[in-house]
């Protein structure tokens, strides 16, 4: 149980196109998805925290106009990466609470997005 | 803000040998702390965690120890195996304003060597 899916899993795109990436809970609903982002070689960096059906709750530093984050259902929550450059180019990896416990947070598989 | 240090960056190993990693937390109200495993390329991995309740928590040859009055848990390994080698990532948890939310140390490289 507690299955976390993102697609896609790798992507590539011009400078200042926008990039859409979805994260499904599949076997659990979730009321709460978070959005990591990760440097090689570094930790994960909490972007936003997504709440179905209100607006995500961002981090510091993170421009929510440049990372627009919807969570339509309780297994589904968007990032779209508005207007992408170069510097944008990571690793950007969802989670999932499976609302059982506290806390446990279940991660998706990542998205590796490359900027050119 | 709140802040989790995680040390060493990078730990080699013998096989059959030991490991501890350490992390110390800054914000007083942090009462989960979970340890997740990232092999290259892949998802993090929940391995264990502890809730501020227990001192100590063992899994088969995973171990969790935390100091609350310190404010620092580490995870230990024992009787290392090659396939232990990833990055692990201790993390804190509060609850901040309606949501739990984790804050993630830097990471420890772990190598096992045969």
């Known amino acids: 149980g507690a299955v976390v899916s993102q697609h896609p899993s790798r992507v590539i795109c011009k400078s200042g196109t926008s990039v859409k990436i979805e994260c499904r809970s599949l076997d659990f609903q979730a009321t709460t998805m978070f959005w990591y982002r990760q440097f090689p070689k570094q930790s994960l960096m909490l972007m936003a925290t997504?709440?179905?059906?209100?607006?995500?709750?961002?981090e510091q530093g993170v421009e929510k106009d440049k990372f627009l984050i919807n969570h339509a259902s309780l297994t589904l929550s968007t990032l779209t990466v508005t207007s992408a450059h170069p510097e944008d180019s990571s690793f950007y990896i969802c989670s999932a609470e499976t609302g059982l416990l506290s806390y446990e947070q279940y991660f998706g598989p990542g998205t590796r997005l490359t900027v050119t | 803000g709140e802040n989790v240090e995680q040390h060493p960056s990078t730990l080699s190993v013998q096989e059959g040998d030991s490991a501890v990693i350490k992390c110390t937390y800054s914000?007083?109200?942090?009462?989960?702390f979970p340890w997740y495993k990232q092999e290259l390329g892949k998802r993090p991995q929940l391995i264990i965690d502890?809730?501020?309740?227990?001192g100590e928590k063992k899994d088969q040859r995973i171990a969790v120890t935390l100091n609350k009055t310190a404010k620092h848990f580490s995870l230990h390994i024992t009787e290392t195996q090659p396939e232990d080698s990833a990055v692990y990532f201790c993390a804190a948890g509060s609850r901040w304003y309606n949501t739990d939310k984790l804050i993630f140390g830097t990471g420890t490289r772990l190598q096992v060597f045969p």
């Open positions: 914000d007083s109200a942090s009462n989960y």
């Open positions: 997504s709440n179905e059906g209100s607006k995500a709750t961002y």
């Open positions: 502890i809730r501020s309740n227990v």
